[in-house]
């Protein structure tokens, strides 16, 4: 069976430095993966998807950035971090299969920015 | 581009009774997804639908997919403790990008 992996699972950083979150799925090949943003209270935001190794599409013009270097990893990162990035980060997962446009997430990182 | 309105905000209900709550587009949707979030928790997929006037089941679940295309619906029957959490309406606005409602934050008196 599938399963997707997030880490850290918490992490709080000041203001200006940089972030590097990691998201793995285990139990299936060439997955579409996807990086949302939730901040409290709120619904889901896209922020990137992939649809392969190398492959990153922004959805949102901020100052996070993401990668693919293998078909199951997906990194979220940036070079400085503002206030504005505090929130709950889902990593999720779909494919081709039974359930169409079904998208299974992560446990999720919960970051402060201080 | 296209926003899910999701109503009520949040619901408190006494354990037993049960629940309902709809998601409304203005735009037409060809699927719809209701997941829940646990607290600290990524949401779960509970229910898809993919055909208009669809009505799926899943244990206390039900959900149906509006013959409009522009709306759907959740119930959950005879609710306990555990349905604590934040109910979310989806659909795809493409392939690639899924819209979110802002969520139904249920709360359930023992």
């Known amino acids: 069976s599938q399963t997707i992996h997030q880490w850290p699972a918490t992490l709080v950083q000041p203001v200006g430095s940089p972030l590097s979150l990691e998201c793995t799925v285990e139990g299936t090949s060439n997955p579409n993966l996807y990086w949302y943003r939730q901040a409290a209270g709120r619904g889901l935001q896209l922020l990137f998807y992939s649809v392969g190794i190398g492959q990153i599409s922004s959805e949102v013009p901020q100052n996070l950035s993401a990668s693919r270097p293998q078909d199951r990893q997906f990194i979220l990162s940036s070079k400085k971090l503002l206030l504005s990035d505090s929130g709950f980060y889902l990593c999720?997962?779909?494919?081709?299969?039974?359930?169409?446009?079904?998208?299974?997430f992560g446990p999720g990182t919960r970051l402060t920015v201080l | 581009g296209q926003q899910l309105n999701q109503s009520p905000q949040s619901m408190f209900i006494q354990e037993g009774e049960d629940v309902s709550m709809n998601c409304t587009s203005s735009?037409?949707?060809?699927?719809w997804l209701w997941y829940k979030q646990d607290p600290g928790e990524g949401p779960v997929l509970l229910i898809a639908l993919y055909k208009a006037g669809e009505l799926t089941s899943n244990g206390r679940l039900t959900a149906q997919f509006g013959i409009t295309r522009k709306d759907s619906f959740l119930n959950i029957s005879a609710s306990i403790p555990s349905d604590v959490g934040i109910y979310f309406c989806a659909g795809p606005y493409n392939n690639n990008d899924m819209r979110f409602g802002a969520g139904t934050r249920l709360t359930v008196k023992p």
């Open positions: 999720a997962w779909s494919v081709l299969g039974e359930v169409p446009f079904a998208q299974y």
């Open positions: 735009s037409i949707f060809n699927t």
